[in-house]
């Protein structure tokens, strides 16, 4: 698995320069490489579906306890299959699409940094890394959305998905982090076993809801779905791909996936319940409200996914049953259904309901492909989407105090998405019409092949349920559920209520179709609404952001190098006295007067050179004298160092002092002079701000002092030096030997320096500033 | 000695900060110099002195006795004093190659570099 | 800043600070001393010479490389070819810079290169380790002794990069500083 992961990443920095050397032909290594993992995965599923978990561990932060772990159980097997399989298609799909687009090659990298990432995410078997790859997929979105970079709307729509999903992820790492504190580990594996010690722990509840909050804003949940319709900004195959099949449902995977260990509790169903409900009906309703294919679509997929949602928060086992079911079936036909918005897109121009017509003739392909998935989205009857429906409605018909209300929502949803279908499936395409649509280009195979297979799939997996998909699916209810749960998927039930309800949804669905024209006149009327939606507070508050942003940066980066540094000063006295104050020991400098008495005369001397020329320095008004004085200074200090043991640095401090006062009259010269500049009246604040520093730094030494210091390191070191280290300068050895790396990484910044200081007069050398 | 040596180190700061805190491109690096200086000064004093003895095993010993300065600070010391030239020569040149460039002397004139127009 | 008796002076005095300057190094081990100081010590020589007779002068005299040589012939043999090209460069070098034949190529050593030979050596002194196993920088040690340079190992080569990179490091400031 690790290399799987390994050779996606390799692939995808391949991207550009496959293209280069293969043109239009990338698209085949591109999507050889999901196919080849698909098949790896498909020979990994015998043991899965035999109920083994297989793991795989390599060693990452081994310290903290992190590790590069991964897991494979029916839930990540399922995404997985759906990840590749789906990807590979898709990477079919981008090679027809984007045919001729100067950037394919850039477009693939993204595409296959996506698929890994992805795939990464559902087969991590550690929340850390979990976490990671969720990132990554929420800055590869963003990336691909921004693939038309050239438009505005495009960027700002790409900026909009990765504020919201990165948003969340940020929320979702401290989520992970609590579990992980509550849990005690960070293995997926081990956590699962530890449900109830997460749901007792204090932290569960801070944890539950920031975990939420990620899983959230992926899965364009209310209030945070705005995000999704925008983002349909990116070419088609990225919307199919991310923004339908996979990455809007990595929060419901990671729900999924800590349903055994944060579930159960009311708090989770309600938020879940009520959070997907919502999203259900508002989704559903929005869809309604437009005529963009696309943007009907992604407005019954937030649908649907608040419908995975809501089924993961009932919790029960034939809800989970129906969640993986329908699951698959929504992927499947939604897929199909954008890559077939994407086919009509490409060929007319155009992607409005309204103008689009009688299709079927001149793409036919195509349209057997959008017939197919649209009556598997109406959960007609011979296809995988009517076993879906089926369970959904039985599961929301289980006995609970909410059976009716979750019902409704489920009813409702399903209504509209008959609507969709029929208008999509049927009416742009099979509906008599007089003047069809004409065409820009033929339909090409490599546009209408994928949507087709993936149509057929739906129908397949409808006709044979037992065959492959009932394992699969039934294993990646268990990894929720926790427990062994047997079920069987049949296209017939026989006759009975949820097949009467089935019935009478499509005949409302086809009622709403009908008077869809209605509906839409009404849109109109929600436009004040809107102002108050959340895509609206999104707007507002990065507006606002954005404006306190300036004015704060404004106010503090003035420019001015003093008030920076002033700024640091004070607050770094502030701190120090603060804590000094609040818990720090009382000075006491009477009992150490004696000590005085020790002083040596070449000691005083020594002092009554430093302060001097320190007066003298600020007297000085020559460039020269004040640079002597320096060296004096310095002169001095190494002479301390010599008095108190160590000659070394003594050694360094002279030769130094000495190279700064040389390096200064050579340089002398190209320096500007001495002039006052700054005005008295400023000066009080500075001088006060100085003395108040040196103060301070006395005042810690003293308090310091006052404590015998009770060094390990020097004993160690004293005794260490010759025997272990064969050298009698102890300073030497634990610069060359002890601590030999920390002298490696201080050179290098000495050569840093050196290497600044030659870039520096390049740059000079290029520009020709006058000298 | 002890005692008199935290009021030193509290002159050099204060002497540095001040001269840090003027607008003149030459104190700025004076004052840069002292404080590097009187930061040295500091860790060697809060590292705790020690008089006569220094970090140096001698002849025919293996173990360093008593009374022997700290190695540690010292070690910590020598490269930050070679570090802090380098450091010191990047400043005089970047200083240097500013004053031939905009011609100021002036740390004020150059405010503008760091300033976002409250417009955008 | 020409003074002659500076001047002067620097010029016999360069040898001493070298030497001086490179017993510093190797004694650092046992007495005071050591790569920081002894580079310091030897950069100071030439910072003073280009004090003195400004930094062109210090590249030319120090800081070059002189090669002397010419074409081989076809028929020539190699290893003769090499022994004379050993004794054009090493033994008459003098007479070779004005004979007609012979051209010579010069080769300036940069102070960066020496900045990164000093960097290469102390971070290859620290692989020895890594190479038979031990972590990174683990020392060893040979088990004889060299009169004046002491006990050979690889503390003391990581001494020699930093005694190289300190060198490095203070000509090139003091070239960028003096030039132009």
């Not at chain 1, 090659?105 to 929340?127: D, E, K, P, Q």
């Not at chain 2, 003027?22 to 930061?39: D, S, V």
């Not at chain 3, 030319?60 to 460069?89: A, E, H």
């Amino acid at each position: 698995m690790f290399l799987a992961i390994l050779a996606g990443f390799l692939l995808a920095f391949a991207a550009p320069l496959l293209y280069r050397w293969l043109g239009k032909w990338v698209y085949v290594p591109m999507a050889l490489l999901p196919f080849s993992i698909f098949i790896y995965l498909l020979t990994l599923a015998p043991a899965v579906l035999a109920g083994n978990n297989l793991g795989e561990l390599h060693a990452w932060a081994p310290s903290l306890n992190i590790n590069l772990h991964f897991f494979l159980d029916g839930l990540s097997l399922l995404f997985a299959l759906l990840i590749t399989g789906f990807g590979t298609l898709i990477m079919l799909y981008a090679g027809g699409y984007l045919k001729g687009h100067p950037l394919l090659g850039r477009f693939y990298l993204y595409l296959a940094l996506f698929m890994t990432a992805m795939l990464g995410l559902v087969l991590a078997g550690n929340i850390i890394s979990i976490f990671i790859f969720w990132e990554l997929t929420s800055i590869s979105s963003y990336l691909l959305i921004g693939f038309g970079h050239d438009k505005e709307s495009s960027r700002n729509s790409a900026l909009q998905a990765l504020l919201v999903t990165g948003l969340g992820g940020l929320a979702l790492m401290g989520g992970l982090i609590l579990v992980g504190m509550a849990g005690e580990t960070y293995t997926l594996s081990e956590l699962l076993d530890r449900g109830d010690m997460v749901t007792n722990h204090a932290l569960y509840l801070p944890a539950l809801v920031l975990v939420l909050l990620g899983a959230f804003t992926k899965s364009a949940q209310f209030p945070f779905h705005f995000w999704l319709p925008n983002a349909m900004a990116a070419p088609t195959p990225v919307s199919a791909y991310l923004h339908s099949a996979t990455m809007v449902k990595a929060g419901v995977y990671l729900l999924a996936r800590l349903t055994p260990v944060m579930g159960g509790t009311n708090e989770w169903q309600y938020t879940l319940m009520v959070v997907g409900g919502i999203t259900t009906v508002l989704g559903a309703l929005l869809a309604t409200q437009h005529t963009d294919l696309k943007a009907i679509l992604a407005y019954t997929t937030i649908s649907a996914l608040g419908l995975l949602v809501t089924m993961t928060g009932i919790g029960t086992a034939p809800a989970l049953e129906a969640m993986v079911v329908f699951l698959l079936a929504h992927a499947l036909y939604k897929g199909t259904l954008f890559l077939v918005a994407g086919n009509v897109d490409h060929a007319t121009g155009t992607r409005e309901l309204t103008q689009l017509e009688g299709l079927s003739g001149s793409m036919r392909y195509t349209a057997i492909a959008a017939l197919l998935a649209g009556m598997s989205m109406a959960g007609l009857l011979p296809f995988f989407g009517f076993i879906g429906k089926e369970l959904l409605y039985e599961a929301t018909l289980q006995e609970s105090p909410f059976r009716w209300m979750l019902f409704a929502v489920s009813f409702f949803s399903g209504m509209v998405f008959v609507a969709v279908a029929i208008a999509l499936g049927y009416g742009i395409f099979w509906r008599r019409s007089a003047s069809p649509t004409p065409l820009q280009h033929a339909d090409k195979a490599l546009l209408y092949l994928p949507p087709v297979l993936l149509a057929c799939t739906g129908l397949v997996f409808g006709l044979l349920p037992g065959f492959f998909v009932t394992p699969l699916l039934q294993r990646a209810a268990e990894g929720m559920l926790g427990v062994e749960q047997v079920f069987e998927l049949a296209l017939w039930h026989g006759f009975n209520l949820v097949l009467g309800l089935s019935l009478l949804t499509v005949l409302l669905g086809y009622v709403v179709y009908h008077f869809s024209n209605r509906l839409l006149s009404y849109a109109n009327r929600f436009n004040r609404l809107y102002l108050f939606g959340p895509a609206n507070l999104y707007q507002m508050g990065l507006k606002g952001f954005l404006k306190g942003a300036t004015k704060i940066t404004a106010f503090i980066q003035n420019g001015y190098l003093r008030s920076y540094i002033a700024a640091i000063i004070t607050a770094h006295i502030a701190l120090v006295v603060l804590s000094l104050w609040r818990n720090g020991p009382r000075l006491e400098l009477v009992n150490r007067l004696p000590e005085l008495g020790q002083l040596r005369m070449y000691e005083v001397v020594l002092l009554l050179m430093i302060v001097p020329a320190l007066i003298f320095l600020f007297k000085s008004r020559s460039r020269l004298t004040s640079i002597a004085i320096m060296g004096i200074i310095g002169y001095s200090v190494a002479l301390f160092y010599i008095l108190f043991g160590a000659p070394d640095v003594a050694a360094t401090q002279l030769l130094i002092e000495t190279l700064t006062v040389v390096i200064f009259v050579l340089i002398l010269h190209k320096l500007p002079a001495f002039t006052y500049l700054s005005h008295a009246s400023e000066r009080y604040k500075y001088v006060l701000l100085s003395l108040a520093f040196g103060a301070m730094m006395t005042y810690v030494i003293l308090i310091v002092k006052q404590y015998p210091l009770d060094s390990q390191l020097k004993a160690y070191y004293g005794e260490s030096s010759y025997l272990l280290g064969q050298g009698r300068n102890i300073v030497n050895v634990i610069l060359v030997d002890f601590r030999a790396l920390d002298t490696l990484g201080e050179i290098v910044v000495l050569a840093v320096a050196a290497i600044g200081i030659l870039a520096m007069l390049k740059l000079r050398m290029q520009k020709g500033d006058k000298s | 000695m002890e005692l008199i040596l935290p009021f030193l180190i509290g002159i050099l700061f204060s002497a540095s900060l001040y001269l840090i805190l003027h607008r003149h491109f030459f104190k700025l690096i004076l004052g840069l110099i002292l404080f590097g200086l009187a930061t040295n000064l500091f860790l060697f004093v809060i590292g705790r002195l020690t008089r006569g003895g220094s970090a140096i095993i001698g002849q025919g010993e293996n173990v360093a006795t008593e009374p022997f300065a700290d190695p540690v600070p010292q070690a910590l010391l020598l490269t930050a004093i070679v570090i802090g030239f380098g450091i010191q020569a990047f400043a005089i040149v970047l200083i240097k190659r500013v004053y031939q460039s905009f011609g100021t002397t002036d740390l004020d004139d150059m405010s503008t570099t760091d300033q976002i127009e409250e417009n955008h | 800043m020409k003074t002659i008796i500076l001047a002067t002076a620097i010029r016999i005095l360069i040898p001493i600070f070298i030497i001086f300057s490179v017993y510093t190094l190797f004694r650092g081990h046992n007495h005071p001393g050591g790569g920081f100081i002894g580079g310091l010590i030897g950069a100071i020589a030439f910072v003073f010479h280009t004090m003195t007779h400004g930094p062109q002068q210090t590249v030319d005299t120090f800081l070059k490389l002189n090669f002397y040589g010419y074409p081989r012939q076809p028929n020539q043999s190699r290893s003769l070819y090499l022994m004379r090209m050993m004794r054009v460069n090493v033994w008459r070098r003098r007479k070779m810079a004005r004979h007609p034949e012979i051209k010579h190529r010069m080769i300036r050593i940069e102070s960066v290169y020496i900045i990164a030979t000093g960097l290469l050596l102390a971070a290859t002194s620290g692989v020895v380790g890594l190479l038979s196993g031990q972590p990174f920088m683990h020392a060893y040690w040979a088990d004889f002794y060299i009169p004046v340079l002491g006990k050979p190992g690889t503390p003391i080569l990581f001494d020699l990069g930093v005694y190289l990179l300190v060198i490095g490091v203070v000509l090139k400031i003091t070239f960028v500083m003096s030039e132009e």
